[in-house]
């Protein structure tokens, strides 16, 4: 069964700095998608970035960037410039290209210091 | 952009109470989601549902049943809540570029 591990509960790092939130996946298939939700206080999920696996080029969203290791089963993102609003719970997933279901690691939660 | 709104938002029940939470979108996406998040574990699926009336188990689902019986509405149903179902629950919908777009959240506490 595939797993998705974040083996970092709580980062913080100071406004403006660089983070890098780790992530670690174990899959047996060669076509799969990853993504990165954030999850503010007020509990909403929302889609960061998504990873095809498929493609080698990493995905960028303005800020937001991965490092997309696929040998090494690994999935990075980074956020530049961070900002007080960033502050949130990240959840890294995965979901098979033959399957329906999303599997998600079980979160690192990010603190932004002024 | 999808619309899905859970319905209650908040939920205090006991023990042995039967207990339905309505997710409801407003556009004709064939796939449907539940999760419940509990600190330390993530989201975790519960049931989801691949069009009218099919549905299917997810990672956690003993003691919840669901039910589709019209695109728009996936029901989430505890026949007999106990406290271990004290959690937060997500509805999700399937879009496009395989990605799942969340609904706000259902906070039941089961005394």
């Known amino acids: 069964a595939q797993t998705v591990t974040q083996s970092q509960p709580e980062m913080s790092v100071q406004e403006a700095e660089t983070v890098t939130l780790s992530c670690t996946y174990d899959?047996?298939?060669?076509?799969?998608?990853l993504f990165w939700y954030k999850q503010p206080p007020s509990r909403q999920m929302i889609l960061v970035i998504r990873?095809?696996?498929?493609?080698?080029q990493n995905a960028t969203e303005n800020r937001f960037s991965v490092n997309f290791q696929k040998a090494a089963k690994s999935f990075s993102l980074k956020i530049s410039d961070s900002q007080l609003g960033d502050a949130a719970m990240y959840f890294c997933?995965?979901?098979?290209?033959?399957?329906?279901?999303?599997?998600f690691g079980k979160g690192t939660r990010l603190h932004i210091l002024p | 952009d999808a619309g899905i709104t859970q319905s209650p938002r908040h939920k205090v029940t006991e023990t042995g109470t039967p207990v339905t939470l309505r997710c409801h979108q407003t556009?004709?996406?064939?796939?449907m989601y539940w999760y419940r998040q509990d600190p330390g574990h993530g989201l975790r699926l519960i049931h989801y549902s691949y069009g009218v009336k099919d549905t299917d188990k997810g990672e956690v689902s003993d003691g919840y049943s669901v039910s589709r019986s019209k695109t728009e509405d996936f029901l989430l149903t505890l026949e007999s809540a106990t406290s271990s179902q004290t959690s937060v629950y997500f509805c999700a919908i399937g879009l496009a570029r395989n990605e799942q777009f969340f609904g706000p959240g259902t906070r039941l506490t089961v005394l």
């Open positions: 899959t047996s298939e060669s076509d799969y998608y």
């Open positions: 556009e004709n996406h064939r796939y």
């Open positions: 997933a995965y979901r098979s290209a033959r399957d329906d279901k999303i599997i």
């Open positions: 990873q095809e696996a498929y493609k080698q």
